[in-house]
């Protein structure tokens, strides 16, 4: 453990292991063209695309976790470079379907493989990404995604306490 983490707080780890994860995922799609959130919007794209769905962008934003506001930008900014399409829903005309093009399959494979040993890098530690300590931390992480997180709840209590 590194000499400034021995008396974090578990939200202070999670915030700096993030902001690790998402700067270096950045450097290493930079070449491909993408930032960290266009390779996560694609690569969620292009497993949704394999499990043969065509999500809307809504979809696609509660699957990333990312605000709708922010995959229009980024689907906009993505259709710009020739990556994906976006059409309109047949079934809904205020949903925007996306989809990638065959260039938008060519570069997200290759991020996909970049992200993957950079994720073997960072997870060598645990012993790996097929450790049994990466298994039990991944569900940990997602244990935690789970966990119902409502920050109005925790201030509005405190506002009623205070005289």
Known sequence: ????????????????????????????????????????????????????????????????????LYVSKLARSLESAGLLERTRDPRDPRAVQLALTEQGRTTVRQAIDVVHELLQQLLAPLGGLDSDRTRELSRDLATLLDAPLDPFVHTSEQIKEQP
Do not use: C, I
Request: without cysteine.
């Open 1 to 68: 453990m590194s000499k400034g983490s021995e008396n974090a707080t578990p939200g202070f780890l999670v915030w700096r292991l993030s902001m690790k994860w998402r700067t270096a995922v950045d450097r290493a799609v930079a070449p491909l063209g993408l930032t960290h959130a266009q390779y996560s919007l694609t690569a969620s794209l292009y497993g949704m695309q394999r499990a043969g769905e065509r999500p809307s962008q809504r979809r696609l934003a509660d699957h990333t976790g990312l605000e709708p």
